[in-house]
């Protein structure tokens, strides 16, 4: 009799509990989740509580084929009201996502973007309108985290015109592309006016046009990703920096078919290490001063990274014409094979435009090669020099480049180029002259402007 009440008490709790979790689970289809996380060992700080905002919870369908875009700017919108919450793109999913951006400026500081599953950009000509900048558009957050497992591909084979492959910085966003799609290719993944910026664990592939991309942002960190496209993709930058500052991008591969890191006028702080890049056309800082502008680079570290199967090594091009300047930089213990040309300064960027010489350049000075070794397919080092302005204070130390067979070209190259070696090198590099550029530099066109 007693365990007939406690079963039939038991079958009454059960029926209301089912009955109260569907009527729960409804309500919270079109809800927040809210996870709240407690931190151990002694207080509970706000800092520490997160919030979980699931893209599936908010309609999303993830079979790659539905539009998903409505559903990621509603649990933006959501996330973006909590410090420190996580929006949660989940595994197993593929997301199609139209051109979207994540506004920060009334956000709360600290979301973190876990990318575990998949995010896919349309390809059809529509989804772009006229042509935009960039596909996923983070712009002026106070501290932003993309992490996860997870993937996001631009789909770039629609865009590719494989007859143009050209290395240039600001002319490939108008190359033609074929399809019918806009002239104006997007950056993948992009982040604007934004601070302590963390993208880890990713990988980003197939961009159309730049994988990453960083504008006006301050305190950036980048490790642990890879980014992908093949070697002969047009202009597909791996990580663009522009007008960034203190930024380190460490163990991390990148194979793609233009710069694997290309660092753009107003950077400084720059500290990248550990990665892999190829193929590519190298790790550039540059090309600076187009069209007469005014360009300000400066201490800027690559070290202990390789580089296989690249156009450039390490590189540094300006246009002619421009002015600002180019200081301390260091490329330490970079392992190059089958590079074309390791070890690239070039004043006289062209890139296939009709470039008259000009009386002004970017200034250059205080360039650090040290343990560059390893094989190269074209020519070791060359060193292009402005006329106007030479390079000062190009320092070579442990150098050991050795050809590959056939090369046609195994001399070092220097003009107007300025430093002194502190090793013996191979190849001997005889050209570099010795003291203090002749050139008398006006404080406004070495470095006094920057
Ligand atoms: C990217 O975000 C910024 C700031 O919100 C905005 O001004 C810009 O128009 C956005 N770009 C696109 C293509 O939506
Ligand atoms: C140079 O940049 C590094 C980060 O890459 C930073 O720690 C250092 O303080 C900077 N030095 C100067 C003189 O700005
Ligand atoms: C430009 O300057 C370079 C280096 O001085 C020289 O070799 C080249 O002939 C010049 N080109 C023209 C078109 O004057």
Redesign the pocket.
């Known amino acids: 009799m007693k365990n007939t009440i406690i079963w039939f008490l038991i079958y009454v709790a059960l029926i209301f509990l089912s009955g109260g979790c569907s009527i729960e689970a409804k309500s919270k289809k079109h809800r927040k989740m809210a996870a709240p996380i407690v931190s151990y060992g002694g207080a509970v700080d706000a800092s520490s509580t997160s919030t979980t905002f699931n893209v599936l919870q908010y309609g999303a369908k993830g079979d790659g084929i539905a539009d998903d875009t409505k559903a990621f700017e509603s649990a933006w919108a959501d996330s973006c009201k909590v410090q420190g919450s996580v929006m949660l793109v989940p595994s197993g999913s593929v997301f199609l996502v139209k051109p979207i951006t994540f506004s920060g400026p009334n956000c709360q500081p600290n979301i973190v973007f876990q990318l575990d599953g998949k995010i896919i950009a349309p390809k059809n000509a529509g989804a772009w309108g006229s042509g935009l900048l960039q596909w996923l558009n983070f712009s002026k957050l106070k501290g932003i985290t993309i992490k996860g497992g997870g993937v996001i591909d631009g789909q770039g084979s629609v865009w590719w015109n494989e007859q143009n492959p050209t290395d240039d910085d600001q002319n490939w966003i108008q190359a033609d592309s074929k399809g019918g799609m806009p002239s104006t290719k997007p950056t993948a993944l992009r982040f604007y006016g934004s601070t302590d910026v963390t993208v880890t664990g990713i990988t980003i592939q197939n961009s159309p046009q730049t994988h990453l991309k960083f504008d006006d942002c301050i305190g950036v960190q980048v490790f642990g990703i890879s980014i992908s496209s093949p070697g002969n993709s047009p202009n597909t930058d791996g990580i663009h920096l522009q007008n960034t500052r203190d930024v380190v991008i460490h163990t991390t591969s990148l194979a793609c078919g233009d710069d694997c890191i290309s660092i753009q006028t107003g950077c400084s702080g720059v500290y990248i290490h550990n990665v892999n890049c190829g193929p590519g056309h190298g790790i550039s800082i540059g090309g600076l001063g187009k069209d007469g502008t005014k360009a300000c680079v400066s201490n800027i570290t690559v070290r202990d990274s390789t580089m296989h199967n690249t156009m450039a090594g390490v590189r540094i091009k300006t246009w002619q014409g421009g002015s600002g300047s180019v200081q301390g930089v260091m490329f330490s213990n970079i392992q190059v094979s089958e590079v074309e040309t390791p070890i690239i300064i070039d004043q006289?960027y062209c890139n296939g435009h009709n470039c008259?010489?000009k009386t002004s350049a970017v200034a250059i000075s205080d360039v650090f090669y040290q343990s560059i070794k390893g094989t190269y397919t074209t020519n070791p080092i060359q060193f292009a020099c402005s006329?106007s302005t030479p390079c000062a204070g190009i320092t070579l130390s442990t150098i050991n480049l050795v050809p590959s067979t056939n090369v046609r070209n195994d001399v070092p190259f220097c003009?107007k180029a300025f430093g002194e070696i502190k090793t013996t090198t191979t190849p001997p590099i005889s050209c570099l002259q010795t003291g203090a550029s002749s050139h008398k530099r006006q404080p406004s066109s070495y470095g006094g402007s920057c």
């Open positions: 006289y008259p010489n006329d003009w």
